[in-house]
């Protein structure tokens, strides 16, 4: 299986609003509704911010939103603030049964 | 506290064996799956597998399938992964983590909620 593809890089100031992109196939992003994101701050440990496309568990600020549309699951993220430069992962089940990640998007807060 | 509590760092030689535990605590261990991910250094996460710790039933990754074995002893609510013959280029940080559960509705989904802290393998002559 291949890893999902993600832009190496974005980058957005302050109060913007960015969004990344998780490109897969319909044997995982396009076949079920199952993406999910993570935000890793170098050095530390992933942190999950959106499940099953659309939803964020408790405690993640309703800044960061997901959709899907086709084989492309998006990660938006409106009011950019400083904390929020790191690395972006988007991640799908897979019709074999496993998950697979995307390559990762580094955002840099300008 | 809900947490995930991984075993040291270490540092083997090509060939060696090693097995690396990930403990849970403050859930019920046997009613989550327990994936384990692999992050190169300055590299991507990787999806390596994981377990049911009520039957031990696992799925690996084809990338990772044969090269690495994900076990469980819901006894004490530990997970491993498990190698036979470290190589170099398995010189990374090693993450458990948890399949996500949203408690409001009693819902299990794939994402990752709760994760260890790390383990850093070195495999180096």
């Known amino acids: 299986q291949s890893a999902l593809t993600q832009p190496a890089s974005v980058s957005g100031s302050p109060g913007q609003s960015i969004t990344i992109s998780c490109t897969g196939t319909t044997s995982d992003v396009g076949g079920y509704n199952y993406v999910s994101w993570y935000q890793q701050h170098p050095g530390k440990v992933p942190r999950l911010l959106i499940y099953?496309?659309?939803y964020r568990p408790s405690g993640v600020p309703d800044r960061f939103s997901g959709s899907k549309s086709g084989n492309t699951a998006s990660l938006t993220i409106s009011g950019l603030q400083a904390e929020d430069e790191a690395d972006y992962y988007c991640?799908?089940?897979?019709?074999?049964?496993?998950?697979?990640f995307g390559g990762g998007t580094k955002l840099t807060v300008l | 506290e809900v947490q995930l509590v991984q075993s040291g760092a270490e540092v083997k030689k090509p060939g060696e064996s090693l097995r690396i535990s990930c403990k849970g605590a403050?859930?019920?261990?046997?009613?989550?799956?327990i994936n384990w991910v692999r992050q190169v250094p300055g590299r991507g996460l990787e999806w390596m597998g994981r377990i049911d710790p009520t039957d031990s039933y696992t799925n690996y990754s084809p990338s990772f399938e044969g090269h690495v074995s994900i076990s469980t002893d819901k006894s004490i609510g530990t997970a491993y992964l498990q190698w036979s013959s470290l190589k170099a280029s398995d010189t990374a940080v090693y993450y458990c983590a948890r399949q996500g559960y949203d408690s409001s509705i009693g819902y299990y989904y794939y994402g990752m909620d709760v994760w260890g802290q790390g383990t850093t393998v070195t495999v180096s002559s």
């Open positions: 991640s799908s089940y897979t019709s074999s049964r496993t998950q697979v």
């Open positions: 099953d496309v659309t």
């Open positions: 403050g859930f019920p261990f046997t009613t989550y799956w």
